[in-house]
C-alpha cells in the first residue's frame, strides 16, 4: 500500500489547520496564569495537566524526528513544549513549599525519568522502521489514556448537573482539533496518529452534548443559594444598664474570612480543572 505524500494538498490543509486549533488549546491556560502572576500565588491550581501536556509534546516530537514524514508535529508540539514549559515554571514559581515539591517530583519523574527511559531503550533495543513503531505505539497509548482523563469531568457534571468544570469553548477546540489531526493521520495512512484522535472525536461530542443537557441546570443557583451565610434579624432591645465595649477589627481579615478582597469584590473560584 502506497502512503500518501506529506506535500499533499489535503495532508497539508488538515496538518496547518491542525497546527491552528491546537495553538489555541495550548494558549487556553493564559489567563489562568495571568491571575497567578497577579496575584502571586498558585491558589489551589494544579501543575499535573501542564507537566502531562510537556511529556505528551515531548513523545510526540521524538516520534516525528523518528518517522520524519509527519513533519507538522514537530512545528505545533515544540510551541507546546515551550508553552507548558513556561507554565510549570510559573507554577513552580508562586505556589507553596509542599506544592512545589510534588511539582518538582512530578517532572523528574514523567519528564526526565520516563521519557530518558524510553529514549534510551528505543535507541538501544530498536533499529530502523521498529523504533518508529514502537515509540507511535507509546504515543498512542499515552494518547488515548489523556483523552479518556476528561471522563471523571462528565462524571462529575452527571452528578452534579453543573457544566462549571466543562467549559464548552475548550471542549469544541479539543474536538475540533481531534477532527483534524484524525484527518492527517488517515490521509498519510499514519495509524498511531489516527487512532488516539478517535477516542478524542467520541469524548469531545459527548462533552458538547453534556453541556447541552445541564447548561441551563438550577443545581448551580440551588448551589449558590446554600452557600450564602444566614442573615438573622435580632428586633428585641438590649437589657438596660449592658456594658457593651468595642473591640478593635481587622478588616482585611474580614475580608479574607468572607472571601472578599480589598476592593470589596468576591474573588473569582479558585478551582479549575484543566484540559490539555
Given at each position: ?18 497546527n ?5 488549546v ?14 502571586k ?24 524526528m ?21 507554565y ?77 468544570f ?24 499514519d ?7 478517535i ?29 450564602l ?47 490539555v
Amino acid at each position: 500500500m502506497t502512503s500518501v505524500s506529506h506535500t499533499h494538498p489535503l495532508v497539508f490543509t488538515f496538518g496547518i489547520l491542525g497546527n491552528l486549533v491546537s495553538f489555541m488549546v495550548f494558549i487556553a491556560p493564559v489567563p489562568t496564569f495571568y491571575r497567578i502572576v497577579k496575584k502571586k500565588s498558585s491558589e489551589g491550581f494544579h501543575s499535573l495537566p501542564y507537566v502531562v501536556g510537556l511529556f505528551s509534546a515531548m513523545l510526540w516530537i521524538y516520534y516525528a524526528m523518528v518517522k520524519t514524514n509527519v513533519t507538522l508535529l514537530i512545528t505545533i508540539n515544540s510551541f507546546g513544549c515551550i508553552a507548558e514549559t513556561i507554565y510549570v515554571a510559573i507554577y513552580f514559581t508562586y505556589a507553596t513549599k509542599k506544592a512545589r515539591m510534588k511539582t518538582l517530583g512530578l517532572v523528574l519523574l514523567l519528564n526526565f525519568g520516563v521519557f530518558g527511559l524510553i529514549l534510551f531503550l528505543t535507541q538501544i533495543l530498536c533499529q530502523g522502521t521498529k523504533r518508529a513503531e514502537v515509540i507511535g505505539w507509546i504515543c498512542m497509548a499515552f494518547s488515548i489514556s489523556v483523552f479518556v482523563a476528561p471522563l471523571s469531568i462528565m462524571g462529575r457534571v452527571i452528578r452534579t448537573k453543573s457544566v462549571e468544570f466543562m467549559p464548552f469553548n475548550l471542549s469544541l477546540a479539543l474536538t475540533v482539533s481531534a477532527v483534524m489531526w484524525f484527518l492527517y493521520g488517515l490521509l498519510l495512512k499514519d495509524f498511531y496518529v489516527a487512532v488516539p484522535n478517535i477516542s478524542g472525536m467520541i469524548l469531545g461530542v459527548l462533552q458538547m452534548i453534556l453541556y447541552g443537557i445541564y447548561r441551563n441546570s438550577k443545581s448551580n443557583n440551588v448551589a449558590t443559594e446554600k452557600e450564602l451565610p444566614t442573615v438573622v434579624k435580632v428586633d428585641q432591645e438590649l437589657p438596660p444598664k449592658v456594658n457593651c465595649e468595642v473591640y478593635p477589627v481587622n478588616i482585611s481579615s474580614l475580608d479574607s474570612e468572607n472571601g472578599e478582597g480589598k476592593d470589596g469584590k468576591n474573588l473569582e473560584d479558585s478551582q479549575i480543572n484543566s484540559q490539555v
